[in-house]
């Protein structure tokens, strides 16, 4: 009889994950259910930058189409958020009501993008204000792309801040200069407020003059998505913690992978780990190779097309 394995987020670790477990033959020895938090199949993160800068389209960055789950009798509920897992009684307990026993549950849940204190952040009812973006998703994306075209229907030339340099910043910031926007990119100065009451009209920064805006997009850094992992009683520092075999420390038939995952101390914030969690996972699942082991990842060194772009707005010479 087949044993149920439950796969928790649907990103690119969770998906890529599960195509390892198929190579295995996976699909002979589990039943698969998969929830994800994003209303779609998995798609390529990376090239968000892209589709803002009208190089990609949506449909040209997934991964993994909605056919492909039915394709490989894997039940997914996308759109779907777990809330925590039972790890005595071996279930998973979804947002919208459902439970589903496991033998197994990979947790896969990525990060968040941080959000650094400020003032003029928030709405009153804690959700970020209108004009204030983050940059992880097919949403943020699309939440983007509509406010910058709204400026141009209206005949004006938006302005945007971008605060935090790394990648992701260059990214947005290429990929809004393409949307027709004046763009400043901000790295390594703390920025202490949004100015505005109505809509947005400025930010303050620590040692600098205030910046005039109607955008501000923050890309300064993530943080690993572990509150399943804490209602649920799991081992949690700055990530889940994992061992060489990516299961959970002291922890029976549950496994982390990707970014929501620390293992001997690092968090990973890069595609290339993910990529060998992913396999060290799928042979212990799967019984392919019980020896196999992950010794962890060089740190990060992220080779990126978009090394002339951030030359181009003064990050690196
Ligand atoms: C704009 C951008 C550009 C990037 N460029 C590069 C690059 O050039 N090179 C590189 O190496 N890396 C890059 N990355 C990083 C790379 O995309 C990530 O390392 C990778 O996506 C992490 O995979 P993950 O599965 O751990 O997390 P994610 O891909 O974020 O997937 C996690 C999924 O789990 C879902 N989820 C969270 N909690 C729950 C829950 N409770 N229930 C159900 N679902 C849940 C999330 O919504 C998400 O869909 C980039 C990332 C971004 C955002």
Not at 62 to 79: D, M, R, V
Not at 155 to 182: T, Y
Not at 219 to 233: E, I, L, Q, Y
């Amino acid at each position: 009889m087949k044993k149920q394995l439950v796969v928790i987020g649907n990103g690119m670790a969770g998906a890529r994950a599960l195509e390892e477990i198929l190579a295995r033959g996976g699909g002979d020895l589990f039943d698969i259910t998969v929830f994800g938090d994003e209303p779609y199949g998995n798609y390529n993160r990376m090239m968000l930058g892209q589709v803002l800068a009208g190089e990609a389209s949506e449909a040209g960055i997934i991964l993994n189409s909605l056919p492909w789950y039915q394709e490989n009798n894997i039940t997914l509920h996308a759109g779907v958020r777990v809330d925590r897992i039972d790890k005595f009684s071996r279930h998973v307990f979804a947002a919208d009501g459902r439970v589903v026993q496991y033998h197994h549950v990979i947790i896969a849940t990525g990060s968040r993008p941080y959000l650094p204190p400020m003032e003029g952040l928030f709405t009153p009812s804690g959700t970020l204000r209108r004009g204030v973006f983050t940059f992880r998703t097919m949403d943020d994306t699309r939440r983007m792309m509509q406010f910058a075209g709204l400026g141009q229907r209206r005949g004006q030339q938006g302005k945007v801040v971008v605060l935090g340099g790394e990648l992701r910043g260059v990214e947005a910031a290429r990929g809004l200069r393409a949307c027709g926007l004046e763009v400043h990119l901000h790295a390594g100065n703390r920025p202490t407020a949004i100015l505005g009451s109505d809509h947005i009209s400025g930010v303050s920064l620590r040692d600098q003059p205030d910046l005039d805006c109607d955008m501000v997009v923050i890309t300064a850094g993530n943080r690993p998505n572990v509150d399943v992992a804490v209602v649920s009683g799991l081992a949690v520092e700055r990530g889940i913690v994992v061992d060489d075999h990516l299961r959970v420390m002291d922890e029976d038939g549950i496994y982390a992978v990707g970014e929501c995952a620390q293992h001997r101390g690092e968090v990973y914030g890069h595609l290339a780990p993910l990529w060998d969690q992913a396999a060290v996972l799928a042979d212990h699942i799967t019984g392919a190779d019980r020896s196999s082991m992950y010794p962890g990842s060089p740190a990060a060194v992220v080779h990126s097309p978009l090394l002339p772009a951030s030359r181009a707005f003064g990050l690196i010479p």
